[in-house]
Structure formats: C-alpha cells, structure tokens
C-alpha cells in the first residue's frame, strides 16, 4: 500500500497506527502542507479535497478520509483486529473516535488557523484561543465520558485497543504541538500513555516521521 | 427506539431519513436547542457533549454521533440497505459522509458560531462569512468529487442511497438556512433533489419537525 501522509497529520498519524498494528507493509509519501503542496495539481488529482491522508491499495482509486480508511482496513485485511465484534461496543468505540475526527479536529486544521487570521486579521496567539477552545472542549467531553461510562478500561473501550483510542491519541499528541493544559484530563492522559507504549503507537508517532522538528 | 433530537440538527436529520428508510419505529424528544436545553443536568446525563442525536435502543447506554448511529443501524437492523455491498464502494461512501460530517459540518453548528461572536467580538453577519466559507469548502470538493469520479451515480454511490447521501441532504438543506450561494454544485443539488423526492427524505425534513418555523 501506498498512503500520503504528513508528520504533522493528525488523520494520517490514525491511519499510519491501524496499518502498524495490522502488520500491514506500506510506503509513505510526505506531504509537505506548509509549503503548500497538498494544493498543488498532481495532489488534488489525487484528493480533490487537497488533505492528507490518501491511501492506494492496489489498483484502485485512492481512499480518503481517516474513519473510513480505518473501517476499509479492518473490513479487508487480517492482523489484530481494531474493532469490538459487539455492536454495541463498536458504537461506542465509534462515537468517541468521532468526537476527536469530526467534532474536535477539523476545527484546529491549518485551513481553518488561516482563515481565522487572514479574514478576521487575528493575530497568531489570538486566533489560538479558538484552537485551545476546540480542544479543551473535546478532552472535557472525552474525559467525562472515559471517566464515567462502563465500558472504559485500560482502552477507550475496554482492554483492546479500537479506533477510538487512534483517535484519542492523534489529539493527545495534539495538545503537546499546540501548548494545551491537559491537566484536567487524566483518564485521557492514562490511556494515551498506555497506547503510546505499545511499539506501533510509538513507531507511527509524528514526531518519529520525516519532516518532523528534531530534538 | 427513542431519539433526542432538534428540528435544525443536520445530524438529528441523518439518523431520521436512516430510521424512516429501515422502517423502524422509534419516537422523537426535541431538544430547544436556542434555549439551551442541550447543556441541562438532564440532558448532560445522556449525553455528556451536550449534542444532539443521542438514540436509545431498547435498555442498553445511549448511542451518540450521528455516523456511529448510522453504521449500528447498518450492523444491527433490518430493512432497507445504507451501505454497498462492497468494501470499497462502502469507503467511497463512507469518505463523502466525513467529508460531509467530520470536515464541514462541525464549523458551523452554534458552539463554534457562539464562540467566534464572543470571544472575538464579531457582529453576526461577520461571524457568517466563517459558516459560508465551511460550507462553500465542502460543498466545492463534494461537487468536484461527485462530479467526476467514476462511483457517483443516481446517488452519491452508484444508484441505490447510501450513508453520503444522508449526510449530503444534511448538508444541503442548511444551504438555504444559512443562505449559500448553491448555483455552483450542480451534482450535488441533482443528487439532493432525487433524495427529497423520497418520502422518508422528505418525512424527515427539518422544517417538517416541531419546533421548526412555520411558512
């Protein structure tokens, strides 16, 4: 397989983990989005959306969107598996990996960062209240939950790692990037550290990846 | 089955058509999402983000995020099919849902538009030009998607309606709340326009709930 990726992705670092996991063989294309290249032509051949990731497997077209890649993956390919078999579970498993990709994400995502600076002249530091916003509104939703509900164990959703703990750990690695307090999160927190513990967490780290700053 | 929703919600309304569609009976709790109904102890206990939908099937925790909720159908439920047969025309599928749920949708909803009026001071009709942008940007790489990949059919995927097209009519009905400009997504209003022609569509319509404006 072939995906097109950027150290810095939080969706592409999702993907990069499942495909660790699974033992899946795959190169990696590094995108380089501050300079601007996902808007380049031969990329949005690719993904009209000029976003990472884009995955190829095989000869078909490319694959788009993190979740959905995440269920292409776990719906065709061997290795551990990264969903309950109960469908309750794999709701939930679900839910809480969709409060990270779609309620908390998108919102910190460079095009959004320019917009708010660009259309509403906001300095960096105050258009990054509305970084730190999103994401203190995620962990507080996530926390609660994580915190609360029966089905947390030592993973997001009980003792197998599953999408939502991707997720939880693509914004975890987040709110180092964006010098948010995380204080008030240690459920998160404990899971986060528990996942990045094990080797393909760690490997797929974006800091580990090309492009990325050193030291 | 029981669902808490609110007549405007675009991701009350996906669950809705998916409900109508698999011919499941379930009953509706509006949510008074402008008077803050979302963030009362009552509601928080359901559901922890303050977000509608949550549903509940039979004695089992409420289930959350609307694409969750729609994939639990899928696994767990009879009736009318929502996801193709194969796997990578259900990703296709699935990629333009989170095109649609994960990466425009949440720009908009009343906690980000609340926040950019309160924390930066701007008058509605500047905060605006952030929504029209977040829907413009989807709307522009839906329509370049479907206009020209070969899996766009009478639907979103082929000819029989899938997960994409629930959210694209989500999508498409906040164009005329939120007044967007729509003459440039000719594929995406053919492909909205045969989904509302569909009874359970246009059952499920917002302005066809309580609580929604009259005339």
Redesign the interface.
Same mark, same amino acid.
């Given at each position: 397989m072939h995906m097109y990726g950027n150290w810095r992705s939080a969706a592409a670092f999702r993907v990069r983990i499942a495909l660790k996991l699974k033992g899946l063989a795959y190169e990696e294309t590094f995108i380089d989005l501050d300079a601007g290249d996902q808007h380049k032509p031969d990329f949005r051949a690719i993904n009209?959306?000029g976003?990472v990731p884009a995955l190829f497997d095989g000869d078909?077209?490319p694959?788009?969107?993190s979740?959905?890649?995440l269920?292409?993956l776990e719906? +065709?390919k061997g290795g551990q598996r990264l969903l309950p078999e109960d469908?309750?579970e794999?709701? /939930?498993s679900?839910?809480l =990996?969709?409060?990270v990709?779609?309620?908390?994400?998108?919102?910190y995502v460079p095009?959004?960062r320019n917009?708010?600076m660009e259309?509403?002249g906001?300095p960096k530091d105050?258009m990054m +209240?509305?970084v730190r916003?999103a994401f203190t509104?995620g962990l507080t939703?996530l926390e609660? /939950?994580l915190a609360?509900? =029966?089905?947390t164990g030592r993973f997001c959703q009980g003792d197998a790692v599953s999408h939502a703990d991707l997720c939880l750990v693509s914004l975890w690695v987040g709110t180092g990037i964006f010098a948010v307090d995380t204080a008030p999160f240690p459920t998160v927190k404990r899971i986060a550290e528990t996942c990045l513990a094990i080797p393909a967490f760690a490997e797929a780290h974006p800091l580990r990846q090309p492009g990325a700053p050193q030291g």
């Amino acid at each position: 397989m072939h995906m097109y990726g950027n150290w810095r992705s939080a969706a592409a670092f999702r993907v990069r983990i499942a495909l660790k996991l699974k033992g899946l063989a795959y190169e990696e294309t590094f995108i380089d989005l501050d300079a601007g290249d996902q808007h380049k032509p031969d990329f949005r051949a690719i993904n009209p959306q000029g976003a990472v990731p884009a995955l190829f497997d095989g000869d078909g077209p490319p694959l788009t969107q993190s979740l959905a890649i995440l269920d292409y993956l776990e719906e +065709t390919k061997g290795g551990q598996r990264l969903l309950p078999e109960d469908a309750r579970e794999r709701a /939930r498993s679900r839910s809480l =990996a969709q409060l990270v990709a779609c309620d908390t994400h998108p919102l910190y995502v460079p095009r959004v960062r320019n917009f708010l600076m660009e259309e509403y002249g906001l300095p960096k530091d105050r258009m990054m +209240t509305f970084v730190r916003h999103a994401f203190t509104s995620g962990l507080t939703t996530l926390e609660k /939950r994580l915190a609360t509900e =029966a089905g947390t164990g030592r993973f997001c959703q009980g003792d197998a790692v599953s999408h939502a703990d991707l997720c939880l750990v693509s914004l975890w690695v987040g709110t180092g990037i964006f010098a948010v307090d995380t204080a008030p999160f240690p459920t998160v927190k404990r899971i986060a550290e528990t996942c990045l513990a094990i080797p393909a967490f760690a490997e797929a780290h974006p800091l580990r990846q090309p492009g990325a700053p050193q030291g």
